[in-house]
């Protein structure tokens, strides 16, 4: 079993050290290559996708990547932009269906910004549709305006789209994980708005009809997020498109107590996948030896579930995280009173340890 390990930059070097150093003391024969991506990859070799990183990234059975991009690289064109190496591994390797599933642990109830009672017991799905609408869409661009409210000025754009078996596709990946799940999938689009999300739910609708033991609410986007934060446990599966996925995922995981905290795994139809933490390169934190290594680590069980086979040894990570939150060791972004406060490394020695 072949995975790519691509740290990126800022704290994702510093979190993929801990994955990988639970991935390695798990003994599973795993061969693990890693590869410059992001920032990183255009400092040394004026891209943020090399050639070499891609073909790496193709070849794998799964890829372990960590997070891309820092302030400094906001200048630059936006093909040589850190996040376009993410964007880019995303569409050549077709990975439509991202997994992020927002789980609250008990020992963390008290870490969330809500209610106890809220979350407590928390366990919701997000599914976010990766290689379309407004992220990919054509055309986009830059030009001088001939209509709209000031013709003759600057003015920029981007297109909105889906395809029907775009919304097809990802409706299924949504329905299939709610049949293992509490059976309900909420579908959040702007329909009473935007022409994409009113054809988005017109597909859900049609698509449900074989699976009529799963039940399917539509919501607007707008309202979903106020629910999130008013009645997180009446979501189960929660199926969008990319950027409202994007925004409603970072959302959801301060209902697990910290963005440090949620994992995703971004799968094609072959089911090869790209597992990451659902946050960023945390440009404010890095190198402080601070950053929450365990949504990366529990990317990397998620990794051994889908890609590689290994559910045992995934349950084996997912338990040593419940023990180690349970022994109160927290990173800062966790942290509360009478818990213990845990560098990155302290923590990611701790799962280990924890393996058994
Ligand atoms: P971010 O997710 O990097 O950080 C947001 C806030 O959360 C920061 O205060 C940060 O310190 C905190 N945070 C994030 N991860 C944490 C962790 N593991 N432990 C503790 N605290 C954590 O988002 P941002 O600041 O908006 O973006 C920073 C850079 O990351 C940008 O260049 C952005 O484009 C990029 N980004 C990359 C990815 C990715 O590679 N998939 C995802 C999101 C953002
Ligand atoms: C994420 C990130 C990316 C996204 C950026 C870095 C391109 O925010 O993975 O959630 O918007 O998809
Ligand atoms: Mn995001």
């Given amino acids: ?53 891609l073909k790496l990234a193709k070849e794998a059975d799964a890829i372990l990547f960590g997070a891309v991009g820092d302030w400094k690289y906001d200048k630059l064109d936006r093909p040589l932009r850190p996040e376009q190496a993410i964007l880019g591994l995303r ?31 928390l366990d919701i799905l997000i599914i976010r549709e990766l290689t379309g609408d407004i992220y990919f ?46 059976k309900k999938v909420t579908s959040v689009d ?5 022409e994409t999300f009113q054809f988005w739910k017109d597909v859900v609708t049609e698509v449900h009809k074989d699976y009529p033991d799963v039940e399917l609410q539509h919501m607007y986007v707008d309202n979903a997020a106020m629910q ?36 995703s795994a971004s799968l094609n139809d072959r089911k090869q996948g790209l597992y990451e933490p659902s946050h960023g390169s945390a440009p404010d934190i890095a190198g402080k030896g601070i950053a929450n290594p365990l949504a990366t680590i529990l990317s990397a069980a998620m990794m051994l579930r889908f890609s590689l086979g290994q559910e045992a040894a995934a349950d084996r990570i997912e338990d040593a995280v419940k023990k180690v939150l349970a022994q109160g060791l927290r ?26």
């Fill in 190 to 194: 702007k329909a009473n708005v935007l």
């Fill in 137 to 182: 869409g054509q055309p986009r661009g830059k030009r001088t305006a001939v209509d709209g409210h000031f013709p003759g000025a600057e003015e920029a754009f981007d297109t909105m789209r889906y395809s029907k078996p775009e919304i097809e596709r990802i409706a299924r990946v949504a329905f299939d994980a709610a049949r293992k799940r509490n």
């Fill in 1 to 53: 079993m072949k995975i790519a390990v691509l740290p990126g930059d800022g704290i994702g070097t510093e979190i993929v050290a801990e994955a990988v150093k639970v991935l390695d003391a798990l003994d599973l024969n795993l061969e693990m290559e890693s590869a410059l991506v992001g920032g990183a990859a255009f400092d040394a070799h004026g891209h943020p996708l090399p050639e070499s990183t």
């Fill in 228 to 263: 999130l934060v008013k009645a997180p446990k009446s979501f189960d599966v929660i199926v969008t498109g990319n950027m409202f996925g994007d925004i409603l995922s970072d959302e959801a995981s301060m209902l697990t107590g910290s963005i440090g905290m949620l994992p």
């Fill in 331 to 356: 990173t800062p972004d966790i942290y509360s009173e009478g818990t213990t406060k845990v560098s990155t490394r302290e923590m990611g020695d701790a799962v280990v340890k924890a393996l058994g």
């Fill in 91 to 121: 569409k050549s390797l077709g990975l439509f269906a991202n997994f992020r599933p927002a789980i609250c642990y008990e020992q963390l109830v008290g870490a969330s910004s809500l209610k106890p009672e809220l979350v407590a017991g």
